[in-house]
């Protein structure tokens, strides 16, 4: 029996290769949270369907030479499932190595693109997760945005290509996901900033980012400039990163924009929202290239799996972006937010420090997708 | 609350798919209305007995959590409760057949009954093909072809569209439910 392992899921789905997935998990969680890209097909076929033989599973899948990959939630299932499909005749078939489980954590990066001077950004895409964290270098100094609790692959990336982390920064306090942030710039040495608006209740030391702060990196002074945009949460940070990138955390996605219910406050945040979305983003070159901390939808990704867009682009094309009208803009995004993420009160508290779930209950708490942003703003608009 | 329990199966520290595997081993032996009680300790267990119990037919009681077991409880289903096991699932109804007899292009239309079902009423174009005779008879039609299935009420022409699709038919359709409901147009050779 072959396995294939979630990093190599996702570079094919990165490239653009094409997949063909036979998801074996329950209809329910099938419909909440599978495995996603651009060529990937997918199929769900319950393993409990499948106990006395996988023949009526054969006219579903592929008759060519495609791979096909066999998904549960962790990794049983689907030995049993790839191992009676094998035993029935089928060549190119593989279980996924860790199932679900493995998928949620599995993180792939990829290069954006190079800074004036030398230098260069790239982004870790968490796929299964949708989550975008950012690594910026330049002459051998490293920063990270945005890191996500498994900090490994920073090190690990910074370790093969023989740079130091010096700074490790979150543009806001995070509810979807547990930030990596304080761990990684402990675990490193190197200075871990947050907002302060965002920070009044955590319980660790940390350094204040404030608008104006710059920060720089190696020798060619590459500028870091910290801009407050609140409306995800009070303190949302952005940072212009070589008068090129927008790094835009939950503010501003390349499909929609930010939601600013999850400190629960979505009356009082929405009006923030408006005002940086409208106000201050818009006061800004529009050719920044916009890199956001999270995507929802496969498509928002682009060649070589790269998630970004021109502000100037997205003042077109973002549904978000197109309401300056104060009260259609605050019943567009209230009426139009989804479900709250999986378990982010708890999220937030542990991302405060208030509280210290085992590695296993942290896992827990981040399973299922991303819901960050604010959903089908484009069809509320045409209602 | 007490439950009576017929079969109490153990399956505390499995994973998947071994709860289910098991249950559906212990419910093979089980007779119709009979009770068993799964104690699993795999989460993953909670919805996928309730699927695979709605997917088979069996009825999914309730779970009770203690500590960390989960009692799953499932009463065995009576034959005439079991869901069909595997149907072709490509399938039209009659309705829609009938519409599409309208078309300049008629569909290909396959009817599986007895040639004395036939010879007594059959849709105007459909080719007769006895159930019987398919193995020896699928050189006649085309493979790459859409092809619709008709029999008396569903069945035979279900397995019909099973037997094209596994001998490499790619586009098999079955219509429900059948002759038996059929109130369109209707040839017959009983009348010269």
């Keep these: 029996m072959k396995k294939m392992t979630a990093q190599e899921v996702a570079s094919k789905i990165i490239y653009g290769e094409l997949l063909f997935i036979l998801d074996v998990r329950n209809e329910e969680d099938y419909a909440k949270w599978r495995i996603e890209g651009k060529r990937v097909t997918s199929v ?69 693109g190079d800074l004036t001077g030398g230098g260069s950004i790239y982004q870790f895409n968490r796929i ?92 060619a002074r590459i500028r870091i400039q910290s801009l407050y945009s609140p409306g995800h949460t009070i303190g949302s940070t952005s940072f212009i990163v070589d008068d090129q990138y927008l790094l835009s955390g939950d503010i501003l996605f390349v499909d929609s924009i930010g939601r600013p219910d999850l400190a629960g406050k979505a009356e009082d945040w929405v009006r923030d929202l408006r005002e940086t979305l409208y106000e201050r983003y818009s006061a800004l070159s529009s050719e920044l290239i916009v890199l956001p901390a999270h995507y929802s939808k496969i498509s928002e990704m682009g060649d070589e799996g790269r998630v970004f867009a021109k502000l100037g682009e997205l003042y077109q094309s973002n549904a978000g972006l197109q309401v300056a009208n104060q009260e259609v803009f605050r019943k567009m995004v209230t009426d139009n937010l989804p479900p709250q993420p999986h378990a982010y009160q708890e999220v937030r508290q542990t991302n405060m420090g208030k509280m210290t779930p085992s590695a296993e209950e942290q896992r827990e708490m981040e399973m299922g997708p991303n819901r960050c942003a604010v959903h089908d703003s484009s069809e509320s608009r045409r209602k | ?180 409901q059929w109130d369109g147009a209707i040839d017959s050779e009983t009348n010269g």
């Design chain 1, 128 to 219: 299964g997760k949708g989550c975008l964290s950012y690594l910026i270098e330049s002459q051998g100094e490293a920063v990270v945005i945005d890191a996500g609790r498994l900090t490994d692959v920073f090190e690990q990336f910074a370790l093969e290509k023989g740079f130091t982390i010096h700074h490790v920064l979150d543009t806001h306090l995070h509810a979807d996901h547990i930030s990596g942030g304080r761990a990684l710039s402990e675990k490193v040495g190197a200075t871990y900033y947050l907002p302060p608006r965002d920070a009044e209740e955590v319980t660790y030391s940390y350094e204040p980012l404030l608008e104006g702060e710059t920060i720089q990196v190696g020798q």
């Design chain 2, 1 to 180: 609350m007490s439950i009576k329990v017929d079969v109490q199966l153990n399956c505390q520290g499995l994973s998947c798919p071994m709860p289910i595997l098991r249950t559906k081993k212990a419910m093979d032996h089980m007779e119709p209305g009979q009770v068993l009680e799964l104690q699993a300790t795999d989460p993953g267990s909670y919805a996928d007995i309730q699927g695979w119990a709605k997917n088979t037919g069996h009825q999914y009681l309730g779970t009770k959590q203690e500590k960390d077991v989960l009692k799953h409880y499932l009463r065995k289903a009576k034959p005439s409760e079991f869901i069909a096991e595997h149907q072709h699932p490509h399938r039209i109804e009659n309705e829609e057949l009938a519409r599409l007899l309208e078309q300049k292009e008629a569909p290909l239309l396959i009817d599986v009954r007895e040639p004395a079902e036939y010879a007594f009423g059959h849709i105007p174009g459909a080719i007769s093909m006895p159930f019987a005779q398919l193995g020896s008879r699928l050189e006649e039609l085309p493979k790459e072809k859409r092809i619709y299935v008709i029999c008396r009420t569903g069945n035979r022409s279900d397995m019909a569209a099973k037997e094209f699709t596994e001998h490499g038919f790619v586009d098999v359709v079955n219509v429900v439910p059948g002759m038996s």
């Design chain 1, 44 to 112: 769900n076929i319950p393993y409990f369907d499948l106990l006395d033989g996988v023949e009526h599973a054969r006219d579903q899948l592929p008759q060519d030479e495609r791979d096909i990959v066999v998904v549960c939630a962790k990794e049983g299932s689907s030995r049993f499932v790839a191992e009676q499909l094998e035993e029935a005749g089928l060549k190119e078939v593989y279980y996924l190595e860790g199932g679900m489980k493995t998928w949620s954590e599995t993180i792939f990066p990829v290069k954006i």
